[in-house]
């Protein structure tokens, strides 16, 4: 029966004992093969981050600054570039927390970006990316067109239509300054068509506002007969849709006002 004391000497005799150097190597050879599968050792290197808590930590925090440093650097890249992706798709999940109401405003604003884009893509000469930058920026148009289009001039105050109007005749006239350049741009998918609209809406409500205040002027007596004959005539152009030339009489005579 060994003793407790033999066992502990025999147990410290096995630690001297060293494996033949040969067998080591072969044994090495044989289980992990001769190269290291630069995978499997980042497989390795996270199992180990990821078995305590302080380091897991770490890898998330590096992660994370990895990621809002590439969303970053992706607001700056161009059409045709490879992080452009990147930063369309961030925009989209931005566009969801958009109300309808503030729509027109963002597309308004996006459709300007896109052309910022397809300037600098033009100014120096990213032949590759030309014809990126440019679908980009049509495809905004359309959609700023589209969003324009939907909008009650009624229902929306005329300082903010005046702004909308203004906004997308720069963009009309940014457009041409490119296409000086000799980019080819082509046709505004229907933004011309929509700002027109909407012009033409605020006119009509300008007109319908003078008209109830001249008639509420009219009502105490404050008018005079060439006034009140300038009154009645703006009224009929109104009644018969002749809104721009409504608008030219009331201003020709502004000054009776």
């Known amino acids: 029966m060994i003793t407790e004391k033999e066992l502990i000497g025999k147990l410290r005799e096995l630690r001297q004992i060293r494996p033949n150097k040969d067998w080591v190597v072969l044994a090495k050879s044989q289980i992990l093969g001769q190269e290291f599968n630069q995978h499997r050792v980042l497989i390795n290197w996270l199992r180990v981050f990821f078995a305590k ?9 590096f992660v994370l600054v990895g990621l809002f440093g590439t969303l970053a650097f992706a607001q700056n890249s161009l059409p045709g570039q490879p992080l452009y992706l990147i930063k369309r798709i961030t925009e989209k999940a931005q566009a969801v927390f958009v109300s309808e109401k503030e729509k027109p405003q963002a597309s308004l604003e996006l459709a300007n970006k896109r052309l910022e884009e397809l300037t600098i893509v033009a100014e120096t000469n990213q032949v590759k990316n030309l014809a990126p930058a440019i679908n980009e920026f049509q495809a905004s148009v359309s959609e700023a067109a589209k969003n324009l289009s939907r909008i009650e001039a009624t229902t929306t105050d005329p300082v903010t239509v005046k702004r909308f109007v203004d906004q997308a005749k720069n963009i009309e006239k940014k457009a041409k300054e490119v296409e000086s350049r000799g980019v080819v741009i082509g046709e505004l998918n229907g933004l011309q ?3 027109t609209k909407l012009e033409l809406q605020s006119v009509v ?5 003078l008209i109830s205040r001249l008639e509420i002027r009219l009502e105490k007596g404050a008018l005079t007969e060439e006034q009140e004959e300038i009154l009645v005539q703006i009224k009929e152009l109104v009644e018969e849709e002749k809104y721009l030339e409504a608008q030219t009489l009331f201003y020709t005579n502004q000054h009776k006002f």
Not at 205 to 209: I, Q
């Open 53 to 61: 808590p302080v380091y897991a930590g770490l890898v998330v925090v």
């Open 193 to 195: 068509e929509a700002r």
């Open 205 to 209: 409500m300008m007109l319908k506002d």
